[in-house]
């Protein structure tokens, strides 16, 4: 995380501030719209199902470009 621009916000944080689900966030995730070490990284690097954090910058830019 170190030297990546932005605050990291756990995801009710970012659902919250995004008005989506979490259903709706992990789904974006899924289809890779939303993709690792950009917009979200693992809070426990080493544990896969560790919780995750969000960039809300990276994630604002990433649902406001268009779609091929």
Do not use: F
Not at 63 to 68: F, I
């Amino acid at each position: 995380m170190a030297g990546q621009a932005g605050p990291w916000i756990s995801t009710p944080e970012l659902c919250a501030e995004l008005a989506i689900s979490r259903t709706t966030l992990y789904r974006w995730r899924q289809r890779r719209v939303l993709r690792q070490g950009l917009h979200w990284v693992r809070k426990n690097p080493g544990a896969p199902r560790s919780d995750h954090l969000w960039s809300p910058t990276a994630c604002r830019a990433a649902l406001n470009e268009p779609q091929a």
